[in-house]
């Protein structure tokens, strides 16, 4: 059963930083894209940071590029977010979603969505 | 940057009627790029459409996406009290990579 668990999450203050993980489980991880989405309290979704399925490559999102970090670790299927100079307005819960497309044996197969999410961790910047 | 506006922001009908949900976007995408999503209450996001069209994994057919250039529709027939839920449409956008969602649609059930 294909299963991602997001873990991490606290309260933090203005300024510090945080590590986000996020176990994958149930498919051949390394194969796919995975991404972090946020959701601020009582606000729609935003998509924060995408890696590619080797790590060859990271997009963000203009709102955290500079202080945010997407890695992954192939060889452990954990995907990471590093959170720099935290931020009031980066309170959310945080989910890591998997890529609909796939990249294997030298092929991708680009589909555009994210068809698996975590159940999310929340990130609470405050002094 | 594409921008994508939802309407309505809120829906209510009743078990058994349509919902139809629309996405429009700022300027024309292609529709390989445009998805949806339901979001349950207290649950993550589930993706229902991709392609503006293609049903993902395990969605009954009383979902269907359709559209095209700025103008995309999410049709849900035959409500269930289930399909209570926030509904967000989402664009993907290349060079570099980004993805961008609409506010959303509330889905109501009388």
């Known amino acids: 059963q294909v299963h991602l668990v997001e873990s991490g999450g606290g309260v933090v203050q203005p300024g510090r930083s945080l590590r986000l993980s996020c176990a994958a489980s149930g498919f051949t991880f390394n194969n796919y894209g995975m991404h972090w989405v946020r959701q601020a309290p009582g606000k729609g979704l935003e998509w924060v940071a995408l890696?590619?399925?080797?790590?060859?490559?990271?997009y963000y999102a203009d709102s955290v590029k500079g202080r945010f970090t997407i890695s992954r670790d192939n060889s452990k299927n954990t995907l990471y977010l590093q959170m720099n100079s935290l931020r009031a307005e980066d309170t959310a819960v945080y989910y890591c979603?998997?890529?609909?497309?796939?990249?294997?044996?030298?092929?991708?197969?680009?589909?555009?969505?994210?068809?698996?999410w975590g159940q999310g961790t929340t990130v609470t910047v405050s002094s | 940057e594409i921008v994508l506006t939802q309407s309505p922001g809120t829906l209510s009908l009743s078990p058994g009627e349509t919902a139809t949900l629309s996405c429009r976007a700022s300027q024309s995408v292609s529709s390989n790029y445009l998805a949806w999503y339901q979001q349950k209450p207290g649950q993550a996001p589930r993706l229902l459409i991709y392609g503006a069209s293609s049903r993902a994994a395990g969605i009954p057919d009383r979902f269907s996406g359709s559209g095209s250039g700025t103008d995309f529709t999410l049709t849900i027939s035959r409500l269930e009290p289930e399909d209570v839920a926030m509904y967000y449409c989402q664009h993907y956008g290349g060079s570099p990579p980004m993805y961008t969602f609409g506010q959303g649609t509330k889905l109501e059930i009388k």
């Open positions: 979603a998997k890529d609909l497309g796939e990249c294997s044996g030298g092929r991708c197969y680009f589909m555009f969505g994210m068809d698996v």
């Open positions: 890696i590619l399925y080797d790590g060859t490559n990271e």
